[in-house]
């Protein structure tokens, strides 16, 4: 039915914003979030098997997760809020390994972000608060997590941190790695 705009995200290979065709009238607006058969057409010939959704609040930064044995290719978005999400390259021999991407998804701009195997992922909720979903390609692994600490400056990535925001995390993710101990 709808068809998708589909943009590369700079110069790192795989990574992709996908906006949906959005068709509205005075009832509202109607879209395809996800037709297989127009993201085949796209380049993106992925089977997903397993959907996932989070909701968290204004400074919630969850991230940067993978997962080691199992990789997963996300399709993310954001239903309700807006968040500043991130793609962190892990893909060893990639040209732009240890480069970051990031984009603001939202409920108003209804952009799409897909991240194959191979990348860090994480978000920071910009609104009061956002509902987060996402499509994966293999099934959760809890016992097969890895991260990367958020703020490490060997990555870089520009969080997007308004003054006087306090930022929350999980346990977890104030205890992962740096990037360099990953690349050992």
């Known amino acids: 039915m709808g068809k998708i705009k589909v943009t590369p ?7 992709k914003v996908i906006e949906p065709t959005v068709f509205g009238d005075a009832r509202g607006y109607f879209m395809e979030t996800y037709n297989y058969n127009d993201f ?30 199992y990789p997963q290719d996300k399709l993310v978005r954001v239903v309700n809020g807006e968040v500043f999400d991130v793609a962190v390259d892990l893909r060893e021999g990639s040209k732009t390994y240890g480069k970051w991407f990031g984009v603001v ?9 897909f991240i194959p195997k191979g990348f860090a992922h994480g978000f ?3 609104s009061e608060s956002a509902e987060f979903t996402y499509k994966c390609s293999d099934f959760y692994h809890p016992g097969d997590e890895g991260g990367l600490i958020w703020n ?8 997007p941190i308004p003054e006087g925001m306090e930022l929350t995390f999980s346990d977890k993710d104030q205890k992962w790695g740096s990037f360099k101990e990953f690349h050992r």
């Open 9 to 15: 995200c700079g110069d790192i290979e795989g990574l």
């Open 152 to 159: 490490d400056p060997d990555i870089g990535v520009e969080w």
């Open 124 to 126: 920071l909720v910009l």
């Open 105 to 113: 998804l939202s409920a108003e701009n209804k952009k799409q972000f």
């Open 40 to 69: 085949k057409e796209a380049g993106i010939a992925v089977e997903f098997v397993q959907d996932n959704q989070s909701s968290s609040h204004y400074g919630v930064l969850r991230g940067l997760h993978f997962q080691i044995n």
